[in-house]
């Protein structure tokens, strides 16, 4: 990789007043290296500096308050959410997210606001060679080339998916992002920090700004009666990206589910709220015709690229598959 | 590589066992209270090294540990990648990015940065996707990366064809010089058995193809030249053949091969893709002539996948028919070889199988990739992936048992008996699809399917060895050979070991160093074979010559001295014993040295040839989401005798994952218009991991009578895929034509895409 720079600031202030001073894109936040460290091997980045976020207390806590809501900080590992008694006995599906994410030794090291903040694993944009969309190019090659891997849903004008594991269930726990610059802090929820291709801005996957760290996610108390899970599809068990997955929260008054969120993953430029879904579902009877008609509404308004048109009837499956686990 | 012709029915070689015994008399003395007392002794007259009753043997046929495993578990054993000598350069190599291109490189601005020392063009006009056009070299690998950075690159691609489609489309560039297909290999009579097909009571026309597969190898390709400008050069190879790099160094480097010595002393894995010095080894002792000074190169990944070879992929379109109790009466085969460059391999339909009236047509289809190379078992698994379907989809249509259909079709009764052994082990009997296919539910279906394998695996000449005792008991044994993971080291110490009576540990071998006695390459399957007749060739010849120099101390005949538990005796006293190390005490300063080849006449008593194998795989499959999960595999295999157990069973689970693996995940995956490889690496090249792996059963075919050595380890790859995919036909009707067996050709073959 391109030589860098290393700044292990102590401060998240010494952090943001870095990033600010550093021309636009020549300094890159540096977590748990996964990616980013991966993107300068191949050369698809070659930041100037990096400013490690490490070293700053305090960024790799989880907390939860009484009532329930919890706060995940950006430096928090996978491994160590996926491990979490808390996360796991209230935020079950959080913790089958956190536990589905790469490998063993990836989620040691891996970030939570990494895994948020990763970029797509499109072969045509991990490959130096094609200089797609992503890159600044004038061509999404996945809409007529080897697109068994892209969106079936929102794509356009690029198809990657998103390839978080974590983001679909903390988007179907209603999370949000905090963000933290020189000139401030905001607080998104994950649902707007994530934006699609078709919004403008081709180059990036989220709000964040140059010069903007995530610092911590911000999980509402669920509504007592949770009952949740995450169901990824992996091509291969052991270490893959989903194909699909599912974020299902659900609650229920004996009988009939009272509320649904659903978020997908794998199968849109973003996390994706199934509107469609949870419509299918809320009112109605916890019941196979139920989740037949839940499974249909998912895959609402798909519209598969010729090789990725399986990833229809998958993610259905995986509705239904999601939704018996419950039972 | 051109068309591989099955080994057909393997023989049963039972020459060793069968021949009749001759024994001699031995007059001597034995001590009975003290008095000594004349007496004869029935002794067994052999010519020559025999292995002995299997159940004398104290290490041969049991399991071993390798010998080798706590060096290699603590990362003391040196491999070529670990290699570092003082003064080192690491070297880069460019690949091209396209599959056909002329090329301008400019290496001025790469030389002018620190620490860089050597950038060369190697190619201006490429042929192949991966084909290496320069070389750098730098102090460090950083160094190295920011020299190829630096060299200016300008590329005007040619017109190409990296698939079939784009290499038999009409105006296609030539990839080679005569067109994109090879002359085609006509076996049989087509009108007379497209005329048996025509007159079948089930009849099947479909058309089968399998991916091109990479070797994967742990290690990658590569090796460190180690050559300083003087009159010798050592180069440290990652090879399965320690010698056949030899010559070529030394052209390359301008000494004469008596100069240099290679050394493959710990190696990560081959699979066929690594004999002789490749590309990436001329272009290492480029630099290393140029700069005099050691050079390490060791392909990165990436450049591993497009340059380090491949198994050929196929697309085989087959006509069938079969009478109605099962038995294949004709069968038309015409099939494509994808060999990019090269020709690709498959062994002639019907592979193992009896099909009646037969006709083959076989024709490779040239493409502007790497050349396919040799690959475990080459030819083997393609041809069996269709042989086996074809089988089970016609059983279907007439209501058969899956296992009696096979058995129908089989000549030789060792695989009727290794299927039935298989089939029980899976539990087929008590399975409820066996002549018909599960349904597709909507829930989850369970399958079981079968495969069969056949290979040579005998040796040939050309390995020699050295039996070393020295006077503290240490042995040594001596052969250039090669360990590519498979166990050969083991094997060589265990054959010693086991002819004194001794450990393991008392011996040690030496081996994968080109000054040791020659041996021959490992592939093929062909080490057994040629490895221990020589080994046990020079310990035979060793213990001739210690019994011959105990004998006086002991007072007895050489023929009645014995070796065993790390004593030395005499049959006729085998109450007055020496230990080893006393024996071995009363050798010359220089101990004993005694020398053994691979003999025609000796080996023919010591190996064999022709080896079977059935495997039997059980799935699970999601039939909503089209999720295959391998739930179990169960191999049996024939090898005569064992040497070690352990590494038989090893090589059998490891050819049942290879395939597993082949069934499920691999493909490689080129952009057929900007001609560019999408998944040269180990995150898009899927390779099993462990949550793939299933319950797995590895028996050894006991039952086989031959008391000879035989290599097995590549027929282990063959039939695992076939058997897995012919299990998801039996679990939900799905047949999936096309490997990898992914969700979408699952779902597709289910009819659940729209």
Known sequence: MKSFTLLNPKTLEHATRALAAAPSSSARVLAGGQD??????????????????????????????????????????????????????????????????????????????????????????????????????????????????????????????????????????????????????????????????????????????????????????????????????????????????????????????????????????????????????????????TFEKAAAAAVTGAEPLGQNDYKIPLTKGLVVRALQSLA | MSS????????????????????????????????????????????????????????????????????KVTGRARFTHDVRLPGMVYARLLCCPYPSAEVEIDVKAALALPGVEAAIVLETKTRFLGQPIAVVAGRTSDHADDALRALKVVYKP?????????????????????????????????????????????????????????????????????????????????????????????????????????????????????????????????????????????????????????????????????????????????????????????????????????????????????????????????????????????????????????????????????????????????????????????????????????????????????VQIAGDGSVTVSVGTQDLGTGSRTLVTAIVAEEFGLALGDVVARIGNSRLPSATGSGGSTTTGSLSPAVKDAAWNAREAFSAHLAPLLKTDPALVRFAGGKVFSQANPNVTMTWKQASGTLPNAGLSAHGKWDKDRAAALMGNGVHGAQAAKVEVDTLTGRVRVLAMVGIQDCGLPINRLAVKSQLNGGMIQALSYALFEERVIDPVLGIALNANFEDYKLAGPSEIPEMTALIDDDDPRNAVIGMAEPAVVPGHSAIANAVHNACGARVRDLPLTPDKVLAALGRIA
């Open chain 2, 158 to 466: 040619l017109p190409w064809a990296v698939d079939r489609a784009q290499a038999l489309a009409e105006g296609a560039p030539n990839v080679r010089k005569n067109g994109n297909q090879g002359k085609p290999g006509q076996n049989g009579d087509r009108a007379e058995a497209e005329a048996a097909v025509a007159g079948a009571a089930a009849k099947l026309e479909a058309t089968y193809g399998v991916p091109v597969q990479h070797h994967a190898s742990l290690e990658t390709h590569g090796v460190v030249v180690d050559y300083t400008g003087g009159e010798e050069a050592t180069v440290y190879i990652s090879t399965q053949s320690t010698f056949a790099a030899v010559e070529q160094v030394a052209e390359l480097l301008g000494l004469k091969a008596n100069q240099v010595t290679c050394v493959v002393e710990y190696m990560g894995g081959g699979f066929g893709s690594k004999f002789g010095l490749g590309s990436e080894g001329a272009a290492a002792c480029r630099v290393a002539k140029e700069l005099k000074k050691p050079v390490h190169l060791m392909l990165r990944r990436p450049d591993e996948f497009v340059m380090g070879g491949n198994r050929s992929g196929n697309r085989v379109k087959y006509k069938a028919g079969m009478d109605k109790d099962g038995a294949l009466v004709g069968l038309v085969a015409e099939a494509e070889r994808f060999g990019g460059l090269g020709d690709g391999a498959m062994a002639r339909p019907p592979y193992i199988y009896s099909a009646g009236k037969t006709y083959s047509e076989v024709v490779a289809v040239y493409t502007n990739t790497d050349s396919s190379r040799a690959m475990r078992a080459p030819g083997h698994p393609q041809s069996s992936f269709g042989m086996e379907a074809v089988i089970d989809e016609l059983a279907y249509q007439l209501g058969l048992d899956l296992l009696d259909v096979r058995k129908k079709n089989l000549r030789d009764k060792v695989y009727h008996r290794q299927l039935e052994r298989v089939a029980r082990e899976i539990g087929w009997f008590e399975h409820p699809h066996r002549t018909k296919p599960g349904p597709n539910s909507g829930g989850k279906e369970t399958g079981i399917g079968f495969g069969i394998s056949t290979w040579g695996g005998g040796g040939s000449g050309g390995t020699e060895c050295d």
């Open chain 2, 4 to 71: 591989i012709e099955p080994t057909g029915a393997p023989r049963q070689d039972a020459k060793a066992q069968d021949k009749p015994r001759k024994t001699r008399k031995i007059k001597t003395t034995k001590d009975v209270n003290g008095v000594p007392q004349e007496i004869e002794i029935e002794v067994e007259d052999v010519d020559g090294p025999r292995w002995g009753e299997r159940k004398e043997l104290k290490l041969l046929n049991t399991e071993l540990r390798r010998v080798d495993g706590p060096v």
């Open chain 1, 36 to 289: 980013l460290l991966t993107e300068m091997k191949e050369h698809l980045v070659e930041p100037e500096q990096l400013v490690n976020l490490k070293g700053i207390p305090g960024l790799d806590r989880i907390e939860f308050t009484a009532a329930g809501a919890c706060t995940i900080g950006a430096l928090v590992t996978i491994g160590a959410l996926e491990e979490h008694a808390g996360v796991r006995e209230r935020l079950r599906l959080l913790a089958e997210a956190a536990a589905s994410v790469g490998s063993p030794q990836i989620r040691t090291v891996g970030t939570v606001g990494g895994n948020l903040c990763q970029r797509p694993r499109c072969w045509y944009y991990r490959s130096e060679h094609a200089k797609c969309l992503k890159k600044g190019g004038d061509e999404c090659f996945s809409f007529s080339g080897m697109n068994k891997y892209n969106a079936i849903l929102a794509g356009g004008p690029s198809y990657i998916v998103h390839p978080s594991d974590l983001a679909p269930a903390l988007v179907a726990l209603g999370a949000s992002a905090t963000l933290v610059s020189a000139a401030g802090e905001r607080t998104v929820p994950l649902e707007e920090f994530f934006t699609l291709p078709s919004a403008g801005d081709v180059k990036h996957e989220n709000v964040l700004r140059q010069g903007e760290v995530l610092t911590k996610v911000l999980v509402p108390a669920p509504e007592a009666g949770l009952s949740s899970t995450y169901l990824k599809f992996r091509e291969r068990g052991s270490y893959d990206f989903a194909l699909a997955s599912v974020a299902l929260c659900l609650w229920r008054d004996g009988a009939r589910i009272r509320k649904a969120r659903v978020a997908l993953g794998g199968v849109a430029p973003v996390p994706w709220r199934s509107f469609p879904t949870e419509k299918a579902l809320e009112g109605a009877a916890f019941e196979p015709s």
